[in-house]
Structure formats: structure tokens, C-alpha cells
């Protein structure tokens, strides 16, 4: 007789299996479903900006605006501080070098050349006073002279007379001593004579001298305090333009302040700001070009200023050749600056994704077009149009291009 057995109750190896692809399953589901809810952004893709990526030259350039002004600007300051009085020439006139703009008055430079005209009086006073004195030593000194000179030669005279009467004997010995003590006195007071007539000789020439170098000194001097006065005419530094006048009759102008400026207007150059993100690429000499009535007109960057202000930096350019005919101070013109040589690149266009992203990412739409999925990407060189891509695209690939600050955090933005 059979014995029927009872089925055993519980887990088999079996179950095991299929209890893990549950798990996994149900793991998978969980992270597709709240994953994503979280790290994705849903939107219209009618309100984004998509562009594709493609493959072309890519041309090394930056666009600038620049503005028109003087070749040269050179200011007025005032050499001598005053009142004004007279106002010649008012701003924006056409002006000559040399041509008188101002005139200011300064009693206390007119009271200090009464100063040195009266101490140049009273020196010319004392070298005249000096020069009579030395004259009239100079005189005396040559008279003396000149007497010493000639009891100088009696006295020998008769020294040597009685000098030889005496050796003949017929003269007493004191009458010979007697004529040769005086004939020595002679010669030692002509000698302290002529000694004393050529230190004379030499103290007028160098007190003369001294007083001639010290008269042409106040005279050097008084002269640039004329100068001086000739300086409360302000007058056009160079031929241009008046560009500017900060003065008005009965002002006070103090010496150095600034009191206008000249603008030369033989040539123009363009001021422009460049953004600093180029400045290890803006060199001196580079090429640029403007269009203005369907012509080309050549540029060359001439200065490029160090500093840098709210994130721009300055920069200076010429024209290379022809200018436009109406170019006036002050025009706008839109500027297309060469950095490079062109390329063969892939280019993205640019977009406001930039700003939010720094270039280091982009979202990548897929195949469908109904998502877009985050994607770290390499940007090189940028110009107005286009951004090079080194990595991280291909071509044809479509990226959106606006801006992602209201996107957050996302990973993955859903196109409804």
C-alpha cells in the first residue's frame, strides 16, 4: 500500500532567485521613478533656445564698440594761480598755438617783481659804488707807484755817486752810508708799493667778478618773474580744438589747476573697452577693421592700459590707412578686432548658458528631442558669433543654448 507524502512547507532554493530579481526590480523602479523626479527640470522647449552643433572655420575675432576722439588731448593747467579777468576764447572754438585764452591778474606776483626790480636797483648801486672805490684805489696805488718808482732812482742815482766819490775819497764815509740807507728805504717802499698796487689789482678783479655773477644772477632771476606775469596770459598749448573751459571772470584759479584742454584734431583714434576675459590675448599691433557705408576701413591697436575696471580694460586704436568722411569726437562704431589666425573647429553658438555655467557643461538634447541630458564639455577660443568646442560634442548634436540659472540643480531637462 502506498504511503501518499505530504508536500514540505516553506522556502525553496528556488524562491531565493526569484525573491532577489524582486528586490532588484523593485530597486530599479524606485531610483527611475524618485531619482529622477528629483535631479530632473521640466519645460517647454518653446521657451529655450536650442542650437545645433557644426563643423566650419572658426575666425579668431572679437566684436568691440569703440568711440571716436582727438588723437591727442592735451590739458591747461594754470602755471601761475590768479583771478580772472578776461575770458578770449569760448569752449569748442578753434584755437592757435600761442593764442591768448585767459587772462588772470596776481598782486602778489606784481608786488614781488617791485621786489626784484628794487633789489636789482640796489645792486646795480653797490657794483657801481664798488667799481669807483677799487677805480680810485687803483689810481692812487699807480700814483704811489710811480713816485716810489722815481725816488727809487734818485736815490740809486746818488747812492752810486757818492759811492764812488767815497772810494776816491772825496766825500765823507756818513755821506755815503747816509745815501745808501736811503737808496734801501727806496727800495723797500717800492716794493711794498708794488706789492700792495697788485693785491689791489687782484681784489678788484675778483670782487667785480663776484658782484658782475651775483648782478647777472638777479637779473636771470627777474627775468622768470617776468615770465612769470607773461604766465597769467593762459595760452593755447598746441593748434585744435577748445574742448573744455573751467574758468569764469572773477574766479580764483590756483596754481596747477587744471582750466581745460586742447584736442588735436589732425588725427582720430577709438577708445574701447575690452571684456578682461582677453586680456592675455589683446597685444599691441593687432588688426581690427570697422564697416561704415559699405566699406572697409583698417585699424591697428596702438595701447593697451594695464588697468582693469569692472572687469574691462582700456584700449587705444588707429587707422591704418583712410578714414571715414564724416568721422567725428564722439561717434559709436562697432569694431571687429583679429586675435588669431582661422581654424577648421567645431563651433557652438553662443548663449546665455555661458554665464551659467562658465562654459564647463551643457545639456545635450537626445535622439527624441524630449530630453536633454547634462554633459561636461571643453570650450577654447570665443568671438561674437561662436564658441570652439575641444570636447565633449559631436556634430550635429543639438544643445540648449539659453540660459540655466532656472534649472537649478538638474540633471536632466524634460521638453514638454
Known amino acids: 500500500m502506498d504511503i501518499q507524502l505530504e508536500k514540505k512547507k516553506g522556502l525553496k532554493p528556488k524562491h531565493y532567485g526569484y525573491i532577489a530579481l524582486g528586490i532588484f526590480v523593485l530597486f530599479a523602479g524606485w531610483k527611475l521613478i524618485f531619482a529622477n ?194 604766465h597769467l596770459n593762459v595760452r593755447a598749448p598746441a593748434d585744435g580744438q577748445l574742448g573744455f573751459l573751467d574758468a569764469e571772470i572773477g574766479q580764483s584759479i590756483a596754481q596747477g589747476q587744471r582750466i581745460g584742454q586742447v584736442n588735436v584734431l589732425t588725427d582720430f583714434k577709438i577708445e574701447a573697452e575690452i571684456d578682461e576675459h582677453y586680456i592675455d590675448r589683446v597685444k599691441r599691433e593687432l588688426s581690427a577693421s570697422l564697416e561704415r557705408n559699405n566699406k572697409e576701413y583698417g585699424l591697428r591697436l596702438r595701447k593697451v592700459y594695464p588697468e582693469v575696471r569692472n572687469g574691462r580694460f582700456k584700449v587705444d586704436l588707429v587707422f591704418t590707412g583712410e578714414k571715414p568722411e564724416t568721422i567725428r569726437a564722439g561717434q559709436s562704431y562697432n569694431i571687429k578686432l583679429q586675435l588669431g589666425a582661422s581654424n577648421d573647429a567645431l563651433l557652438l553658438p553662443k548663449g546665455g548658458f555661458f554665464q551659467s555655467t562658465g562654459g564647463q557643461w551643457v545639456f545635450v538634447l537626445g535622439t527624441d528631442e524630449n530630453e536633454a541630458l547634462k554633459r561636461n564639455i571643453r570650450i577654447g577660443k570665443q568671438n561674437s558669433k561662436y564658441y570652439e568646442v575641444l570636447e565633449g560634442l559631436e556634430p550635429g548634436e543639438q544643445v540648449i543654448t539659453s540660459n540655466y540659472d532656472s534649472f537649478g540643480t538638474a540633471e536632466r531637462v524634460v521638453l514638454k
Open 37 to 230: 523626479s528629483v535631479s530632473s527640470f521640466r519645460t517647454d522647449k518653446e521657451r529655450l533656445s536650442i542650437a545645433h552643433v557644426t563643423e566650419g572655420k572658426f575666425d579668431d575675432y572679437i566684436t568691440i564698440n569703440g568711440t571716436v576722439a582727438p588723437i591727442a588731448t592735451i590739458y591747461m593747467d594754470a602755471y601761475e594761480g590768479g583771478r580772472v579777468t578776461e575770458k578770449l576764447i569760448e569752449e569748442g572754438s578753434m584755437v592757435k598755438k600761442g593764442d591768448i585764452i585767459l587772462k588772470l591778474e596776481n598782486m602778489g606776483l606784481y608786488e614781488q617783481i617791485l621786489a626784484s626790480e628794487s633789489n636789482l636797483a640796489l645792486k646795480q648801486n653797490d657794483l657801481r659804488s664798488t667799481r669807483l672805490t677799487f677805480d680810485a684805489r687803483q689810481v692812487e696805488g699807480r700814483r704811489s707807484l710811480a713816485t716810489t718808482s722815481t725816488d727809487l732812482q734818485r736815490l740809486k742815482r746818488n747812492y752810486e755817486q757818492n759811492q764812488a766819490l767815497f772810494e776816491d775819497e772825496l766825500v765823507s764815509k756818513e755821506v755815503y752810508l747816509t745815501s745808501k740807507e736811503n737808496y734801501e728805504l727806496a727800495q723797500k717802499q717800492y716794493d711794498i708799493v708794488k706789492l700792495q698796487t697788485e693785491q689791489d689789482d687782484e681784489l678788484r678783479k675778483t670782487s667785480l667778478t663776484g658782484l658782475d655773477v651775483d648782478l647777472q644772477r638777479m637779473r636771470k632771476t627777474l627775468g622768470m618773474v617776468y615770465e612769470r606775469l607773461d
